[in-house]
Nanobody
Framework: QVQLVESGGGLVQPGGSLRLSCAAS????????MDWYRQAPGKQRELVAA???????NYVDSVKGRFTISRDNAKNAVYLQMNSLKLDDTAVYYC?????????WGQGTQVTVSS
């Protein structure tokens, strides 16, 4: 059974930092492109950050320079370091793995940025 389990979400003040983790089981993420998506209330789910099997990264413009995606294939995990958090970063953050037509989602972790 494949599981992607996110952790590290929580409540943080504007300007603060959080580090999200995604632990995978049932698959070896080394062959998967890994992404972080987020969905804010009343909005569509959006791709926030992506990392290829080779380590190339891509980010949505709104988080460039603030968020960093990384992967540790030995630990079968992917991370999202979020700095300088803004109110608009409030959302449920989802881990996503994709390999061809095969994809898996985590259950999400809530990130709330509030003063």
């Amino acid at each position: 059974q494949v599981q992607l389990v996110e952790s590290g979400g929580g409540l943080v003040q504007p300007g603060g930092s959080l580090r999200l983790s995604c632990a995978a089981s049932g698959i070896l993420i080394s062959i998967y492109a890994m992404d972080w998506y987020r969905q804010a209330p009343g909005k569509q789910r959006e791709l926030v950050a992506a990392i290829t099997t080779g380590g190339s990264t891509n980010y949505v413009d709104s988080v460039k320079g603030r968020f960093t995606i990384s992967r540790d294939n030995a630990k079968n995990a992917v991370y999202l370091q979020m700095n300088s958090l803004k109110l608009d970063d409030t959302a449920v953050y989802y881990c996503h793995a994709i390999f061809g037509l095969e994809e898996f989602w985590g259950q999400g972790t809530q990130v709330t940025v509030s003063s």
